[in-house]
């Protein structure tokens, strides 16, 4: 066994979920996962939690799901998934496909049809974390249709997995206890911040956050962890945005979005290629038009983007912005079936706090 794999598992149930004596625990993970749901359930279980629920899928699985499924299908929401989402104490969800796009095929109508009937799944699981009452975490196993995606070989991508989460280290859990000090420096200081302006190429945006908590991600609810993030007030967004990155909703890759704001609303969206699915997935609901979240990525171990937002989101030196659902905790009231992270390269970039400069080039100099 890989001691990297090992200390991811290790870093998921003792750090990220806490996990204790008599805790109920969902893992959910694709098949190639199983390694690390392996060593997830022996730590899980060397705690006293019990494994309430282990659901290994498959993309042809839910490919065949969407392409058959009837509108009624599409729209069912089992009782008993509202239940386990009602009472389960964590929720760990390792990110670990075979195929890194089994929606390409797939009417955007099907898709928006079930995240509609999921929202309220949605609205219970982010009211839960909010209250504190339901631990979760998301992480990644490197998988070969992750490393192919990332345009990395399977050992490279390997390396890559573990040196972002710190589980190449001796101690990986004492070195995020040190990412979470450094990060609460940050939100303590935007936590006292009112507006916020970007500047720079292809972007000009105004924003408020006053009233609004800033969230430091130290890897407890991302594994890897590495921003702060909050929610702006809904109607006060204000100019535009360009994302330098591909903008990927469940393996549907958008390129070249343009956002054009006007009162928190979404007036212009453009992308040189997905256009469609982009407008398509803006009138998923009212909320999906506005932004959920506003974050800045922070960490440097990861230094490149590999189409995976739960490492891309963190790149050093970026920010992200997110359409639709907020997170209660961040004081943010937007709300949405979908929560779509977009990430732009803040390089060449300035940021001002109430008028002062607080980032430049990438980095906070506060």
């Given at each position: 066994?890989d001691?990297r794999?090992s200390?991811?598992?290790?870093l998921?149930?003792?750090y990220?979920?806490e996990?204790?004596e008599?805790d109920?625990?969902?893992?959910?993970?694709g098949v190639?996962?199983?390694?690390?749901?392996r060593?997830?359930?022996?730590e899980?279980?060397?705690?006293?939690a019990?494994?309430?629920l282990?659901?290994?899928?498959?993309?042809?699985?839910?490919e065949?799901?969407?392409?058959?499924?009837k509108?009624?299908?599409?729209k069912?929401v089992?009782?008993i998934e509202?239940i386990?989402?009602?009472?389960?104490d964590a929720s760990?969800s390792?990110?670990s496909?075979?195929?890194?796009?089994?929606?390409?095929?797939i009417?955007?109508?099907?898709?928006?049809?079930?995240?509609?009937a999921?929202?309220?799944?949605?609205?219970i699981f982010m009211?839960?974390?909010?209250?504190k009452e339901?631990?979760?975490t998301?992480?990644a196993?490197?998988?070969r249709?992750?490393?192919?995606?990332?345009?990395?070989?399977i050992?490279d991508?390997e390396?890559f997995?573990?040196?972002a989460?710190?589980?190449?280290t001796?101690?990986?859990?004492?070195?995020?206890?040190?990412i979470?000090s450094r990060?609460?420096?940050?939100?303590?200081?935007?936590?006292k911040?009112?507006e916020l302006k970007?500047?720079?190429?292809?972007?000009?945006?105004?924003?408020?956050?006053d009233?609004?908590k800033?969230?430091?991600d130290d890897?407890?609810?991302?594994m890897p962890g590495g921003?702060?993030f909050?929610a702006?007030?809904?109607?006060?967004v204000e100019g535009y945005v360009?994302?330098d990155?591909?903008a990927i909703w469940r393996g549907?890759?958008?390129?070249?979005?343009?956002?054009v704001?006007?009162?928190?609303?979404?007036?212009?969206?453009?992308?040189?290629?997905?256009?469609?699915?982009?407008k398509?997935?803006?009138?998923?609901d009212d909320?999906?038009?506005?932004?959920?979240?506003?974050?800045?990525?922070l960490?440097?171990?990861?230094?490149?983007?590999t189409?995976?937002?739960?490492?891309?989101e963190?790149?050093?030196?970026?920010?992200?912005?997110?359409?639709?659902?907020?997170?209660?905790?961040?004081?943010g009231r937007?709300?949405?079936a979908i929560?779509?992270?977009?990430?732009k390269?803040m390089?060449?970039?300035?940021?001002?706090?109430?008028?002062?400069?607080?980032y430049?080039?990438?980095?906070f100099?506060?």
């Amino acid at each position: 066994m890989d001691r990297r794999v090992s200390n991811l598992a290790r870093l998921l149930v003792e750090y990220c979920v806490e996990a204790k004596e008599g805790d109920e625990v969902v893992v959910r993970a694709g098949v190639e996962a199983v390694p690390l749901v392996r060593e997830v359930v022996r730590e899980l279980v060397s705690r006293g939690a019990y494994p309430l629920l282990i659901s290994l899928g498959d993309e042809s699985i839910s490919e065949v799901f969407y392409k058959y499924a009837k509108p009624s299908v599409l729209k069912h929401v089992s009782e008993i998934e509202r239940i386990i989402m009602e009472r389960i104490d964590a929720s760990i969800s390792i990110i670990s496909p075979s195929h890194t796009k089994p929606f390409i095929g797939i009417d955007p109508e099907k898709m928006k049809i079930r995240s509609q009937a999921r929202r309220e799944l949605t609205k219970i699981f982010m009211e839960r974390s909010a209250r504190k009452e339901l631990r979760w975490t998301v992480t990644a196993y490197p998988t070969r249709a992750l490393a192919q995606e990332a345009g990395m070989s399977i050992l490279d991508y390997e390396d890559f997995v573990y040196h972002a989460t710190y589980a190449d280290t001796d101690d990986p859990v004492a070195r995020w206890r040190e990412i979470a000090s450094r990060q609460e420096r940050i939100a303590e200081f935007l936590n006292k911040v009112h507006e916020l302006k970007y500047e720079g190429p292809g972007i000009d945006l105004y924003l408020r956050v006053d009233g609004r908590k800033w969230i430091n991600d130290d890897g407890k609810y991302n594994m890897p962890g590495g921003e702060v993030f909050s929610a702006p007030i809904e109607d006060s967004v204000e100019g535009y945005v360009e994302f330098d990155y591909p903008a990927i909703w469940r393996g549907v890759e958008v390129e070249g979005v343009k956002l054009v704001f006007k009162r928190g609303m979404v007036v212009e969206a453009r992308a040189r290629r997905g256009e469609e699915f982009l407008k398509k997935m803006l009138e998923t609901d009212d909320g999906a038009r506005r932004l959920g979240e506003i974050a800045f990525g922070l960490n440097y171990n990861i230094t490149r983007f590999t189409k995976e937002i739960l490492f891309d989101e963190k790149i050093g030196g970026t920010i992200h912005m997110a359409l639709g659902a907020a997170y209660p905790e961040t004081g943010g009231r937007n709300v949405s079936a979908i929560h779509w992270d977009m990430i732009k390269d803040m390089g060449k970039h300035r940021v001002y706090a109430d008028g002062e400069l607080i980032y430049e080039n990438g980095r906070f100099i506060i």
